[in-house]
């Protein structure tokens, strides 16, 4: 006991740090077998291959690949992880492991520059320790385990402690320790490379104001050799990350200025909204904050963020605490660091405001003016470390100041000696204001509550980060990673939720497969839904939902899915996968089934039969994959590959797509927000017409989307239709569950019509009140079915304070097409007439439409296209008198009310001409040695053909040919092969031969990380001579 | 100690007589250019080029304040502590747009302060 007295006397410093550094315990503390994870919160379940994926600057296994450069940044983050897995093998304790590690590093690296700053008192040290790693700003980087976040706040005190010792001319060997250090602890930051400026800018900002300050040129000749050796040091360090990353952003033939270009949304004004100064001053400006329920204004995601709104205790420490750095300002017993200070402080308020006045018209012109300005899209989150370290440095300064030179206090407050009496004086004594220190310090420990608890991770809400994963889910890791050579294609995850939301409590923006295991998945993307592949797999599960299973499997072939997950266990509105494809082989973990497609006829890289130029627009790839499969390719015929002179225009062929007139208007209206002049137009839906152009003249060979024609009267046997204004018959040659293919007919250059007649049905009968339709009427309404000569009409009469209406009930409704609801009205008296559309299933409502309609004292026509939410449900439709505040009321005549499914299914033409010169259809064999190379053999090339890698589309995939006599060549012709795919056409290439694909930037991060490597070794090696030599 | 605060505010009566007189030219001037600026900014003057704004007034009057009245930084970091104390009793009292616009305040007299911070070192205020 003594023994531990001696120890502790002697190391509380240290204890206190520890303790402090121990803060992620507590999280997890009473909690059972959980896992902080789910958003943004990607915490691998399988950490070895997380942090293996960041040796590659492609990343395969999420919709198709993309590049990955940036990402690799998460290295040394994901080894902290993978150290944690090999020592302790529970993913709990792993990440427990993890967390602690950042959080020590914070506390540590903090101490570290306050021990230098206030090196005469450890209460100033832990006020800044305190006040840097506990704040509010931190609550989202631990919330979200920010890599990026923390790699900057443990990077900071490093780096400026770094600089400081080598302005003071201190061993040079502990310069570059701490710059190592610092330059391992940043790099994380490079996953965000806004981060990493910020780390800089830091930087710049101390040497400024030592600069202006001391203004002489010895300074500044230290401080830019110190801060030149310092950013060489952390740039070669990086450099595996930093190589890749500059030559995508910079070089890259996108040709990439601001944010929009690399795919991003700019959400610069909605995430500034709330970043008032009021609110940034307190390090209140987290968008999540503000987000509350409009019926209740509780918050949405944060809820703990009403005490700090609301309760007066909390709002006095918030301004207390700003109070007293200016306090600390204001007493500038040490002015170059107040200025620093200040600096910070000015500079991390301006940027953290973001486009939020009176600042933002400044933060926006930067934006516009100064290149690659707009990649701080997330500014409060980006600058508030300056802010953060502004307060921590000016309270700890405060702290020094009164602790040490208690007597002092003449000196700055004079005042307060000649109006205190010598008793209340007596009390003014070095203890007491420690006392009042440590109170502070332990108060700003409560107001930080959510961070201490693990609040901040919203335990015992739906949207808790605290996941217990069920077993089953390990199962089917164990499944997936025990047959890499049974499944090494594609898997994709049902249903189709953009998040998913599973009812044992993870939620996700990314397939839950990637956190699991190393197999290729395809999911509904959040960040960029319209991409190419997304677009396709977002119809790939329309057609699965519509039972289109030929078009369904088709795709599966080109995109490479060998399974389909179908997560029983997902919260969503998605309708059951359909039986069809439960009949395929499953093998089910728990709630989870994998149904199997046949998985030999599919493959990544094949060589296709057939290419065409397609005319597609967005979304219509899913069309031509989902009628040809890998049987056949497509390149867009605006892609000015076609111009070039290669074998690719004697094999290809043209495949038309047509324009529905249905389909079109109704995309055009649903995307314009103002849109009265298009609602006042009658539609009428009973023809479908579909325009096109041709170029080639010749044979086509028409095809139709099969789903629902007969609900249409069509019999696709044969159909009626007009063809160029002449009456036709179009013949079925052949078909099946998704596609229609009509007998060939002959087509010249130019444009043309086809027009099929419809027989679409009014969804409420008797909507032209010739008899009595079935419709719900409200109490206090006055309805009647008025006539005048020989039409009828509904009559509403509102005279009641609230609104009336006539209710008619759509059910079920057909989820996969828009509908129009159309009708002629009369606002007679009172105020404007109101049409709504509700759709509902049974739990929940799910959308609401609720138009005004003008008011107008004619008959007059009205409509609108309605697009449902995809899942089984019913329309309620409501046409509504409004009540007015007169004796009169509302007086409303309503007639020929319709509502109608629009007839979206697409028509197109493939050309059946041979093509002048026919593809040879080689064998291929291929292993995927890593994400970034692929090996294989083609056998068999008798002549042209088309090698497609179905991964998503970067001119930076090459592919290389080996000729049988060692001789090797490089293939030029590389084009967008179905909208989002690689595809190359080779010619007069031996019959047999090897190839190579692989991701050309792959080069710069095995260049980076070579260079970071001999830099790390060359450093450590250095300090060990160094350090060597004095012990000598 | 009530008594003492008595003295005290009596002693520095005379004192803050002395620093009148001393700056009387300054602050006849200062207060002239402050109202021509209210005047100018009510008259809408040069608008829409130069939107007198009263933030612009405040921020030019900190100015004059150091020009004039030989304000330090101590002095403009209590005017951001008196800014932030009122905009503290705002937020409090849930008037948060008026506690948004003191807070601008506070933030304007915190980069003038600043910047005294460096300048008072430079030969120019030294």
Not at chain 1, 5 to 17: A, C, D, G, H, T
Not at chain 1, 325 to 339: D, F, Q, Y
Not at chain 1, 598 to 621: H, L, M, W
Not at chain 1, 958 to 974: L, N, S, V
Request: a positive charge; glycine letters at 6%; aromatic letters at 16%.
């Amino acid at each position: 006991m003594k023994k531990l007295k001696l120890l502790f006397s002697r190391y509380w410093r240290s204890v206190i740090l520890i303790a402090l550094s121990l803060t992620p315990i507590l999280w997890f503390f009473g909690r059972g077998n959980i896992v902080i994870d789910g958003v943004d919160t990607n915490f691998p379940l399988n950490p070895v291959a997380w942090f293996l994926r960041r040796l590659y600057v492609w990343n395969s296994i999420n919709n198709g690949g993309s590049d990955f450069s940036a990402s690799t940044a998460g290295l040394f983050f994901h080894l902290i992880q993978v150290g944690g897995f090999y020592i302790f093998h529970n993913l709990q304790q792993v990440e427990m492991f993890s967390l602690i590690f950042w959080f020590a590093i914070l506390v540590f690296s903090s101490y570290l520059l306050a021990r230098q700053l206030f090196s005469k008192s450890f209460l100033a040290q832990l006020t800044f320790v305190v006040f840097y790693c506990f704040n509010i700003y931190i609550f989202n980087t631990w919330e979200n385990v920010k890599v990026a976040n923390l790699s900057l706040l443990g990077a900071i005190p490093l780096g400026l402690l770094a600089l400081i010792l080598f302005q003071n001319k201190a061993r040079l060997s502990t310069f570059l320790g701490l710059s190592l250090a610092a330059s391992i602890i940043l790099s994380g930051a490079g996953i965000n490379p806004a981060y990493f400026i910020c780390f800089f800018l830091i930087l710049f900002l101390y040497m400024l104001s030592q600069v202006i300050l001391k203004r002489d040129c010895l300074t500044l000749f230290l401080l830019l050799k110190g801060l030149l050796a310092l950013s060489i040091i952390i740039l070669l360090v990086n450099s595996y990350w930093i190589l890749p990353t500059a030559k995508s952003l910079l070089f890259s033939t996108k040709n990439i200025h601001n944010i929009q270009d690399i795919g991003f949304t700019n959400w610069l004004d909605s995430l500034s909204e709330h970043t008032s100064l009021l609110n940034i001053l307190r390090l209140q400006g987290a968008w999540d904050w503000y987000a509350v329920d409009q019926a209740t204004g509780m918050p949405l995601y944060i809820p703990y963020a009403n005490n700090y709104f609301n309760k007066s205790t909390f709002l006095l420490f918030s301004f207390g605490v700003m109070m007293l750095v200016l306090v600390g300002l204001a007493i500038k017993r040490r002015r170059i660091l107040a200025c620093f200070w200040g600096i910070l402080l000015i500079v991390g308020v301006f940027f953290g405001a973001g486009s939020h006045p009176p600042t933002g018209t400044f933060y926006n012109f930067l934006g516009k003016h100064i290149p690659f300005f707009s990649f701080f899209r997330s500014p409060w989150y980006i600058f508030t470390p300056l802010l953060t370290l502004a307060i921590a440095g000016s309270l700890g300064m405060l702290v020094e100041t009164i602790l040490t030179r208690v007597s002092a206090l003449k000196e700055y407050v004079p005042s307060l000696i000649e109006i205190l009496t010598p008793r209340v004086l007596s009390l003014i004594t070095k203890r007491n204001l420690s006392v009042l220190v440590i109170l502070f310090v332990i108060a700003n420990l409560v107001y930080a509550y959510p961070l201490l608890t693990g609040r901040i991770f919203r335990p015992g809400r739906y949207d808790s980060f605290f996941v217990k994963f069920p077993s089953y889910i390990f199962d089917a890791q164990k499944w997936l990673a025990s047959s890499p050579n049974v499944h090494p294609k594609r898997i994709i995850g049902y249903p189709d939720d953009q998040i998913e939301n599973y009812t044992w409590g993870y939620r996700g923006v990314d397939s839950i497969l990637s956190l699991l295991t190393d197999a290729e998945v395809l999911y509904s993307p959040l960040n960029e839904p319209n991409a190419p592949l997304p677009l396709i797999i977002k119809d790939f599960y329309q057609l699965l939902q519509k039972g289109n299973s030929a078009a369904s499997s088709n795709i599966a072939k080109s995109l490479d899915i060998s399974l389909i997950l179908d997560k029983g266990d997902q919260s969503s509105l998605a309708q059951q996968l359909p039986p069809v494809i439960k009949t395929l082989p499953n093998t089910q973990f728990g709630a989870w089934n994998f149904y199997s497609y046949d998985a030999s006829e599919t493959a990544k890289i094949y060589s296709p039969r057939e290419v065409y130029s397609v005319n597609s627009e967005e979304g219509q790839e899913s069309i031509f994959l989902g009628f040809l499969g890998n049987r056949a390719i497509s390149i867009n015929a605006s892609d000015n590959f076609l111009k070039k002179k290669n074998d690719l225009s004697s094999a290809i062929s043209p495949f038309i797509f047509t324009n529905n007139s249905q389909k079109e208007d109704s995309q055009n209206f649903l995307s314009i927000s103002q849109r009265l002049k298009q609602s006042i137009d009658f539609r009428n839906l009973a023809a479908g017409e579909y325009t096109f152009s041709i170029k080639n003249q010749g044979l086509y060979e028409p095809s139709l989307e099969r789903y629902a024609l007969e609900s249409y009267g069509i019999d696709p046997a044969s159909i009626d239709a007009t063809f160029d204004g002449v009456k036709t018959v179009f013949v079925r040659s052949r078909d099946d569950d998704s596609y229609v293919t009509f007998n060939p007919i002959y087509l010249t250059q130019g444009q043309h019509v086809i027009n099929i007649n419809l027989k679409n049905p009014n969804l409420i009968p008797n909507g032209n009140f010739e008899s009595l339709p079935e419709f719900k009427q409200d109490s206090d309404g006055t309805y009647q079915i008025a006539k005048v000569g020989d039409n009828q009409y509904l009559s509403i009469i509102n005279r009641s304070g609230h609104d009336v209406s006539a209710k008619f009930h759509i059910a079920p409704i057909d989820q996969h097409t828009n509908y129009l609801i159309q009708l002629r009205y009369k606002s007679l008296w009172g105020e404007n007439p109101r049409l709504s559309v509700y759709q509902s299933n049974k739990a929940t409502p799910l959308k609401v439409l609720d138009e005004q309609l003008p008011k107008y004292p004619d008959w007059s026509t009205y409509s609108i296209y309605f697009d449902p939410i995809r899942t089984d449900s019913y329309f309620d439709i409501l046409l509504k008198a409004p009540p007015k505040n007169d004796e009169l009321g509302t007086t409303v005549f309503y007639d020929d009310l319709s509502v109608q499914r629009v007839f979206s299914n697409q028509l197109f033409l493939r050309s059946i001409e041979k093509p002048v010169k026919p593809l040879s259809v080689p064998i291929i064999y291929f292993d995927k040695k890593s994400p970034v190379l692929y090996q294989g053999t083609v056998d068999k090339a008798y002549g042209s053909h088309i090698i497609a890698f179905s991964e998503n589309y970067s001119p930076d995939w090459k592919m290389e040919i080996t000729f049988p006599d060692g001789t090797k060549y490089q293939a030029k012709d590389h084009f967008t092969a179905n909208s989002f795919a690689n595809a190359w056409i080779v010619s007069g290439m031996p019959i047999r031969y090897n190839f190579k694909i692989w991701y050309d930037p792959q080069k710069y991060f095995n260049w980076g990380a070579g260079v970071s490597l001999l830099t790390v070794l060359g450093l450590l090696g250095f300090m060990a001579v160094d350090i060597k030599r004095r012990k000598v | 100690m009530k008594q003492n605060l008595i003295n005290y505010l009596h002693r520095k009566r005379g004192t803050i007589a002395k620093w009148s007189s001393d700056h009387l030219i300054e602050l006849f001037v200062f207060n002239i250019f402050l109202m021509l600026l209210i005047m100018l900014h009510s008259a809408g003057y040069f608008q829409p080029y130069l939107p007198l704004t009263l933030n612009l007034i405040f921020f030019v009057s900190l100015v004059f304040a150091i020009v004039f009245l030989d304000c330090r930084s101590k002095t403009i970091f209590f005017i951001a502590m008196l800014f932030w104390i009122f905009a503290m009793i705002l937020r409090i009292a849930n008037l948060e747009i008026w506690a948004e616009r003191t807070a601008i305040y506070t933030y304007e007299a915190i980069c003038v302060g600043v910047l005294l911070l460096f300048l008072e070192r430079t030969p120019i205020l030294s």
